[in-house]
Each structure stands twice: as C-alpha cells, then as structure tokens.
C-alpha cells in the first residue's frame, strides 16, 4: 500500500476485533511517529501506549464513555511536553508536532491493517491523572488503535470539493 492508498483507505475505526497488535507492528507504527517532523527538530513529546485493561477502562470513562476506547487492544496517547512553546506565528509548537507524527501513525497503522480513531473528546485532566502526565504537558489526543471489525476497504467519505478549500494567491 503507498501513502495515496492509506490516505483514501484511512477511517475512524469504531469496532475493535478482541486480537492483540503484535509487537512489531506497533513498533512500525511509532516508528513513524518518530520519523515524524517537528519544529526545530525538538521533538517535544510522548506517546503513552496504554494496553492495561484497567487503564483503558478509566480512559474510556474520561473520553465521554466511547467504549471503541476500552474495547481497542491498544490507546496511544499523545502528549505535547512544552504546550507553551510557540512558533513566530504564535501557534503552538508542540501540539501541532504531537498531531503531525500521531496522523503519520494513522496512516501506517492503515498501511498494517489497523483501524484508529481520533479522540479528542476526553478531560484532559481526568487522562492526566489516569496516566500520570506531568502538569505541564497538554494530552493532545487519544488514539485507539487495532484490528477493525468490518476491513479497511474503501468507503465513500463526504469531503468538500478542492476548490471549496482552497484559493489562489489570495484568501477568497
């Protein structure tokens, strides 16, 4: 599968099979977090991988109850570790890092058969607390992944036409 491929096969995975992610395919997928591209080349963030039942139980009930987030045999969480950092624009840094190198994970994830869905109704404090994450880091999303229910086949996504988006030379 190429990049084009994972990114009209990419969809929000609801539905988990009860199957574990081996272990190596969860390393290609943070890898390509890792690979990921970040200001200044800083890096400034965490991935906490929850497998934990338990964990998985209470991040659930922080997340609004969405039950795809217990019921996925994994939960990466995405934390952005100096949220105040800006860049000249005045945006911040790391958060943006954080939501670049966990689309780089949806992407391989689908590369390997794995269905994710973006989570970012939850309590921020509330998944804190659950994972122990310092108080000055900022959870970004949380980011179920796992074997999908139904498979990865293509399905028609409701997008907006290109030139509904987009404009030439000047915001129009």
Not at 68 to 75: G, H, R
Not at 89 to 117: F, Q, R, Y
Not at 133 to 156: M, Q, R, S, T, W
Request: hydrophobic share 35%.
């Amino acid at each position: 599968m190429n990049v084009s491929e994972a990114i009209i096969s990419r969809r929000s995975v609801r539905s988990y099979k009860e199957k574990q992610i081996p272990e190596e395919c969860l390393h290609k997928v943070i890898e390509s977090a890792r690979m990921a591209p970040s200001a200044r080349n800083k890096q400034d963030w965490k991935f906490v991988i929850v497998q934990d039942e338990e964990k998985k139980d209470e991040l659930h009930e922080a997340a609004n109850g969405q039950k795809f987030v217990k019921e996925a045999p994994t939960v990466v969480v995405g934390v952005a570790t100096k949220p105040e950092d800006e860049m000249k624009s005045g945006i911040p840094t790391s958060i943006v890092d954080v939501t670049i190198a966990m689309d780089h994970m949806t992407l391989k994830a689908t590369e390997e058969g794995l269905g994710t869905c973006w989570v970012g109704a939850f309590d921020q404090e509330e998944v804190k607390n659950i994972l122990n994450i310092p108080d000055g880091c900022k959870v970004v999303a949380l980011l179920p992944i796992g074997y999908p229910e139904e498979g990865l086949e293509v399905l028609y996504k409701d997008r907006k036409n290109p030139e509904d988006i987009t404009c030439r030379d000047t915001y129009y």
